[in-house]
């Protein structure tokens, strides 16, 4: 068997730990970017003047950010300006949920705005308040019809999310780095971590369109 | 005397420069059917949707068992909006909501009823509109006179005082209309009052108490049915009346 292969058989279940480490880090953020961003798209839709243009100054900022300037400036000048101890996995966490963030709430509004009209109408009928039409009525229409963006957002995530190595967070660029500069099997651990890379996403994919499957309604179309 | 049910006066409402409404005003009996009529772009749509402030009207008031309602007070206009139920053309039931779901909803989120006694009312008002085997069916699994239908019991669930219809029949193929009426004709028996606007004059004459005809945002004529569809004051009446007759035919 040739030494490069032995080398990276050896070194594979080091680099699926770091899988799971990448997982956590993007299904954090994922979580993270949800929760802020669906605010934010609510804001952008039902808000007035002045939220509408801050959601938009918001938006523009983390979208046009750097991801590596991010994580520094995050990391090495916040926490240490504020002298505030925050580990690299949480940093990682939560700079690539604010990123998100700023995606997913236009995936949000998009699919907030494609609702017809009447369907608030209806709800406000009722005797809702506007809150309650859009938490019982709006949201959970408008997330259904995002799934495939959060699908896309996901890819994106992890592929991301490898930078954060940067900072030492243990995920699976970070190991394979790590094994590759000791060993000097560079091509083969390189390769096999692109491939665990590909195998994730594929495998998230597969999963949010299983989730997209569950909680398909009749009749409304999703693609 | 009796005092109106509804009372609505002068109401006004701008879009742009345009005005859509010019200063109607209304009052409406309790168990009254009134039928608005107009041709399209009239304002009835317009009129309807300011009743229950679903549009915002400029200027004009609505008083409601004689108390009179300011929108700007949400608790006040949620209160109302739950004694005037509201039926649309298209039917704006909740797509993500199966039928008994769309019927429930309201108790549960706005009445703060529980789901279980609110769910044995809405299965009893999709009863009611003949719709108890099409309780677990999503919007989209159901014909337009079904969800017409669903929408109806949606909005009775919640124990209207008054009920507006905008053309609730006017998205419906011909042959689904009659399901629809049947059910407009119930809750009118049962002593509902309505405000309806339609096309469907034959319908329109055997039920209404009263006929107003509505043009360019002015009510310029109301009255009885047979006043109105036989000898109206009107010339422009007549017009639309003849019109109207020709197109819907006589029923
Ligand atoms: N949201 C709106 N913005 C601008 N113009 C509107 C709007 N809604 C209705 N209108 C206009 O108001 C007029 C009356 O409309 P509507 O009340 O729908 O009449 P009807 O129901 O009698 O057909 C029409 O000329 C229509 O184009
Ligand atoms: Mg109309």
Known sequence: ?223 | MTSPILRIENLSKKYGQREVLKGVSLEVEKGDLKILIGPSGAGKSTFLHCINFLVKPDEGHVWLDNEEIHPARKRELYAYRQKVGMIFQDFNLFDHLTAFENVRIGLVKVKGIGKDAAGARAAQELERVGLKEHMQKYPSQLSGGQKQRVSIARALAMDPEVMLLDEPTSALDPELIGEVHAVIRDLGKSGMTMIMATHQIGFASSLASEIIFMEDGRILEQGTPSKIFNDPDNSRTREFCSKITDLYGER
């Open chain 1, 1 to 223: 068997m040739p030494e490069s292969l032995v080398a990276v058989i050896d070194a594979f279940p080091y680099l699926l730990q770091g899988s799971l480490v990448t997982l956590a880090v993007v299904a954090g953020a994922l979580s993270f970017g949800l929760l802020v961003g669906a605010p934010l798209a609510i804001g952008q839709v039902y808000g007035g003047a002045l939220i509408r243009r801050s959601v938009g100054l918001y938006v523009w900022f983390f979208r046009g950010i750097p991801l590596l300037v991010f994580l520094f400036l995050f990391y090495f000048g916040l926490c240490t300006a504020l002298g505030i101890n925050l580990s690299a996995f949480t940093v990682a966490i939560i700079v690539l949920g604010l990123i998100s963030s700023a995606y997913q709430s236009q995936i949000i509004r998009g699919a907030i705005q494609s609702l017809p009209e009447g369907q608030l109408k209806a709800a406000r009928a009722l005797g809702m308040s506007d809150i309650k039409a859009i938490v019982n009525i709006i949201i959970p229409q408008a997330l259904r019809l995002s799934i495939p963006g959060f699908s896309n957002e996901y890819s994106i995530l992890l592929k991301d999310s490898a930078v954060t190595y940067a900072l030492g967070v243990a995920e699976i660029m970070a190991r394979a780095h790590f094994v590759a500069t000791r060993t000097y099997h560079h091509f083969p651990l390189y390769f096999a971590a692109g491939l665990i890379f590909m195998i994730l996403t594929w495998l998230g994919v597969k999963v949010l369109r299983l989730l997209e499957d569950r909680v398909r309604i009749p009749g409304y179309s999703h693609n």
